[in-house]
């Protein structure tokens, strides 16, 4: 649609439902990685990107549901590893190791060097 066009003078009234952006969608489903209890997410667009996220959340232990637009996250126990198949189709993925070092410590970044292949993101992690 280029252009609505309004006709008549009257007030426009009414509701429309804006959905979540990806761009901050992703890194809150990575968030829940922080934390034990479980995390309620509204308003998640349904994008390829943020299936890819929560198949990776899956793939590091955590329970995820998804319904109309609600995630639900719990995350009581993590891994650090997951595959690589899943982690290279999504660039954000990046996005779930900073939760990944803040709950698990450095532990976690061997696995990540080994199966992160960009050059730029292993770099960045070489004083960790």
Known sequence: MDKIIV???RALA???KISGSKNSA????AAT???KEPCVI??????????YM?????????EVERAS??????AEKVSTVAPYDVVRKMRASVCVLGPLLGREGGDCLSTWRVRH???SDRSALAGF
């Open 54 to 62: 929560l198949q990776i959340l899956n793939h590091l232990g955590a």
């Open 7 to 9: 006709h008549g003078g």
């Open 33 to 35: 990685l922080l934390t």
């Open 14 to 16: 009414g509701t429309v």
């Open 42 to 51: 509204h308003r998640v667009p349904d994008l390829s990107d943020v299936h």
């Open 26 to 29: 992703l890194p809150i489903l």
């Open 117 to 119: 292949r960009r050059s």
């Open 69 to 74: 637009g609600v995630v639900t996250v719990k």
